[in-house]
Nanobody, 118 residues
Framework: QVQLVESGGGLVQPGGSLRLSCTASGIIFTFYHMGWYRQAPGKQRELVAS???????DYADSVKGRFAISRDNGKNTVDLEMNSLKPEDTAVYYCKAYHWAVSARNYWGQGTQVTVSS
């Protein structure tokens, strides 16, 4: 059974930092690209950052220079370090795993709430 479990969300003031973590089980982690997505109320889910199985990274323009994604293949985890947070970063953040070769093999976590507010 595949499971992706996110942690680390919460309430933070503007300008603050949070670190999200996602732990995967039930998959061969190194076969999967990993991504962090977010969905704000009334908006579509959007890709925030991704890290390929080989380690290449990509970011949405809105978070470049503020967020950093990393993975630990020994621990089956992918983290999202978020700095200089803004109110517009408020959303539910989801972890996604997608197989590098089989598009049908993709899985989502349950999400973790991030609220940026004073």
């Amino acid at each position: 059974q595949v499971q992706l479990v996110e942690s680390g969300g919460g309430l933070v003031q503007p300008g603050g930092s949070l670190r999200l973590s996602c732990t995967a089980s039930g998959i061969i982690f190194t076969f999967y690209h990993m991504g962090w997505y977010r969905q704000a109320p009334g908006k579509q889910r959007e890709l925030v950052a991704s890290i390929a199985s080989g380690g290449g990274v990509d970011y949405a323009d809105s978070v470049k220079g503020r967020f950093a994604i990393s993975r630990d293949n020994g621990k089956n985890t992918v983290d999202l370090e978020m700095n200089s947070l803004k109110p517009e970063d408020t959303a539910v953040y989801y972890c996604k795993a997608y197989h590098w070769a089989v598009s049908a093999r993709n899985y989502w976590g349950q999400g973790t709430q991030v609220t940026v507010s004073s």
